[in-house]
């Protein structure tokens, strides 16, 4: 990871090869820039008044050599109107400022951002979200690419400038704060770009027990101790593969003892083709993503231990590939999973993601957790119901949910909720047996959610359907194309919400 760091200072101290001033308006400088402004003698100030920007936010201009200051750009970015700002846009100045710069072969790179005002946040605050811009808009996935474009980049320290000495252990902090936020992320999004072939469900396991700290304890089950346990619903589902399943088990004592864990569900599907039930061709490669659940929840815990986050928490991932073959489930199977009371007849092999989290799920509500976040790349429906802006968020965890949402907004990793009103329920009622996998073309999203909903008992659970969000072909003001790690950001702020009002 690119190294960052903070700094009390000016503009025309820094030896940097490149400072980034804001710009309002697509004209006036802030305060640390006029301060350049006047060493700077008549460059800046004609420049400026030459300079026809439209104020377009993000657009920006690099001047070469301006006299009077030793750094060796001077990028000016708009900002737009300052009025307007908010923390995901200052995020989003950040990446882009940082992107093209490296691009351009910058070494070393100053911001002055920070100085920017924006209502009702704090240096904290913004210092994090400059530092999470940085992080996470830099980051690129091409191990895979011959002629590696980011291995000749020369980007090496990013500085977020502020003025005052006195805020400089603030600022620090949440630069470290960012630094395990934008690791756990990227951490995610590795996971979940590398290719079916690659990340198998061992893959996945072996991941997961890399993850090291006194607190945390990880076990990764095989297919025979995922029989003697009894998860027959990912066996099922595993029938038709010839890789054998995982089912991993992360459990972090970061908190008091004894207190109920948080509990983290993400589904592991490696590579999803449908099975019996095959999917069309085209696209079909995007199911190696069917794992971004699996990815949210390891990337969440990466993050927490670099934290050391004073908090339980319990993490289960299914994780297995959905195959056809000649041992493949079919529809018309009826299986009895984890929770043998419930018989479920599948009608479609292809929505094996509800399947194997329901083994997870009744898992995970045995263990008696404070509450249960599940994450998925569900349904199509959720795709085509919220895009690629929203994840969708069901159960029944009222205040859970709230909180969520109110997450979403703080970090820009949104949600938007679906109804689970009573009678979605009818829809995944059987003729033969208690419930089906599917219910129908319509509230595809909200079917999928009823049936995970048999799994959780009374504990209040919230179920994030993250498969319009969690990858992105085309990229994101965040996100290279790939993995966008959605959900991490979301639930670790929510989670450290938790410990500072339990503090
Ligand atoms: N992994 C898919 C859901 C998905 C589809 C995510 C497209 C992202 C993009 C899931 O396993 C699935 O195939 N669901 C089916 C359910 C249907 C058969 C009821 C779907 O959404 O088509
Ligand atoms: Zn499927
Ligand atoms: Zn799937």
Redesign the pocket.
């Known amino acids: 990871m690119i190294e960052i760091s903070v700094k009390a200072g000016h503009a025309h101290k820094q030896r940097d090869d490149a400072v980034v001033l804001p710009l309002l308006n697509g004209r006036n400088l802030t305060k640390s820039s006029k301060i350049l402004q006047q060493v700077s003698g008549k460059v800046l100030p004609a420049f400026l008044r030459k300079y026809d920007s439209t104020g377009t936010f993000g657009e920006s201009h690099t001047l070469y050599d301006v006299e009077g200051i030793f750094t060796q750009r001077v990028m000016l970015l708009d900002v737009g109107d300052e009025k307007k700002l908010n923390l995901h846009k200052l995020r989003v100045l950040a990446a882009k400022a940082v992107r093209k710069l490296a691009q351009g072969g910058a070494r070393d790179v100053s911001l002055f951002l920070q100085e920017l005002a924006i209502r009702g946040t704090t240096l904290s605050d913004k210092v994090q979200a400059i530092a999470e811009g940085v992080l996470l808009g830099l980051y690129q996935f091409d191990k895979y690419q011959k002629s590696n474009e980011s291995n000749k980049r020369k980007l090496r320290s990013v500085t977020i400038m502020i003025a005052s000495r006195r805020d400089l252990n603030r600022a620090e902090c949440a630069v470290t704060r960012a630094r395990a936020i934008a690791a756990g992320t990227n951490f995610a999004r590795d996971l979940a770009n590398e290719p079916g072939n690659v990340c198998t469900p061992e893959y996945l396991g072996q991941q997961a027990a890399s993850l090291s700290h006194p607190r945390l304890h990880v076990t990764v089950m095989d297919k025979q101790a995922i029989k003697t346990t009894g998860l027959n619903a990912l066996l099922a589902v595993n029938q038709g593969s010839a890789k054998e399943p995982r089912f991993i088990v992360l459990e972090y004592q970061g908190g008091i003892e004894g207190d109920a864990p948080v509990a983290l569900v993400g589904k592991g599907?490696t590579f999803?083709a449908?099975g019996i039930?095959i999917?069309p061709g085209p696209q079909m490669e995007?199911?190696k993503f069917?794992m971004c659940g699996s990815a949210a929840v390891l990337g969440i815990f990466k993050a927490v231990i670099e934290m050391n986050l004073p908090v339980n928490l319990l993490g289960v991932i299914p994780s297995t590939e959905n195959l056809l073959g000649a041992s493949a489930y079919k529809p018309g199977d009826i299986i009895r999973g984890y929770k043998k009371d419930i018989s479920i007849e599948i009608q479609?092999t292809?929505?094996?993601?509800r399947i194997i989290l329901s083994d997870a799920l009744a898992y995970a509500a045995e263990r008696k957790p404070s509450e249960i976040i599940d994450f998925a790349?569900?349904?199509?429906?959720c795709?085509i119901a919220l895009g690629a802006h929203a994840s969708g968020l069901m159960g029944t965890g009222k205040k859970l949910k709230k909180e969520l949402i109110a997450s979403g907004d703080f970090t820009h990793d949104r949600v938007w909720e679906l109804p689970m009103h009573e009678e979605y329920q009818e829809q995944i009622k059987s003729d033969i047996d208690d419930i089906r996998n599917?219910g129908g073309r319509e509230a595809?999203t909200i079917t999928?959610a009823c049936f995970l909903s048999r799994f959780v008992g009374d504990i209040p659970w919230a179920h994030l359907d993250i498969?319009g969000t969690a990858w992105n072909m085309k990229g994101t003001d965040l996100s290279a194309k790939g993995a966008t790690g959605a959900g991490v950001r979301l639930v670790l702020n929510y989670l450290m919400n938790k410990v500072s009002r339990v503090r």
Request: proline letters at 0%; aromatic letters at 0%.
């Open positions: 599907l999803d449908g039930s999917k995007e199911m069917d479609n292809d929505a094996e993601g790349t569900l349904t199509g429906a795709v599917i595809g999928a498969a």
